[in-house]
């Protein structure tokens, strides 16, 4: 079965640097999305994306945060200048249609900020 | 590695009845959490309940409560007293301790007014 594969699966990196998480959605979906879970929090929307611009995007997703399809196979969460309170698990999900078509999710890419 | 199956891709109950949404899971650890989410057409999550598979005890919040079978590897959710709200995608997701976190496929609920 295809799945939503992202790289890398831990990313360290050091505060104010700009750091860019990867993710392979499903090859015929259309419709791609990030998550973000704080450790221990719950599990928060960020952004949803499709036909090459934002759908919806959350209060969490600020000037920093920016999405990118650059190809026809990877979609790209970039943040600008990290702050320790991004550290978090990211997920990637991507589905073939809108609202309630099954959402498929990647393993997540862990983020430290340190 | 963690895997979570939901078998019902789509369900639907009548207003104001109970609707059962069953969920099974597979993980080697010993100690890991379990999640009920609901996501609303605009897709964002919803946290709708969480069990601590070390508590025997099931987890319930309002009108929403589990059976948590951990032998079975069995999470399923239960809704009473189903309401129009209830309507969404529910997935299931389970979380070891190391944060590492696997969503199902999720099962999507309609309410018949």
């Known amino acids: 079965e295809p799945e939503v594969t992202q790289t890398p699966s831990h990313q360290v990196t050091q505060m104010g640097q700009e750091v860019i998480l990867r993710c392979v959605p499903i090859?015929?979906?259309?419709?791609f999305y990030w998550y973000r879970q704080i450790l221990g929090q719950k599990v928060e929307f960020l952004v949803s994306?499709?036909?090459?611009?934002?759908?919806?995007k959350s209060e969490i997703f600020d000037d920093q945060f920016s999405v990118e399809r650059p190809d026809g196979s990877n979609f790209t969460l970039k943040i600008r200048s990290t702050k320790l309170e991004d550290s978090a698990m990211y997920f990637c999900?991507?589905?073939?249609?809108?609202?309630?078509?099954?959402?498929?999710f990647g393993n997540g890419t862990r983020l430290t900020v340190t | 590695a963690q895997t979570v199956t939901q078998s019902q891709p789509e369900m639907s109950v009548q207003e104001a009845e109970t609707v059962t949404l069953s969920c099974t899971y597979d993980?080697?650890?010993?100690?890991?959490?379990l999640f009920w989410y609901k996501q609303p057409p605009s897709r964002q999550m919803i946290l709708v309940i969480r069990?601590?598979?070390?508590?025997?005890q099931n987890a319930t919040e309002n009108r929403f409560s589990v059976n948590f079978q951990k032998a079975a590897k069995s999470f399923s959710l239960k809704i009473s007293d189903s309401q129009l709200g209830d309507a969404a995608m529910y997935f299931c997701?389970?979380?070891?301790?190391?944060?590492?976190?696997?969503f199902g496929k999720g099962t999507r609920l309609h309410i018949l007014p």
């Open positions: 069990q601590e598979a070390y508590k025997q």
């Open positions: 994306f499709y036909n090459n611009e934002i759908s919806e």
């Open positions: 997701a389970v979380q070891d301790r190391d944060d590492k976190i696997i």
């Open positions: 999900a991507s589905s073939v249609g809108g609202s309630y078509s099954p959402l498929h």
């Open positions: 993980t080697s650890e010993s100690d890991y959490y």
């Open positions: 090859s015929n979906h259309l419709y």
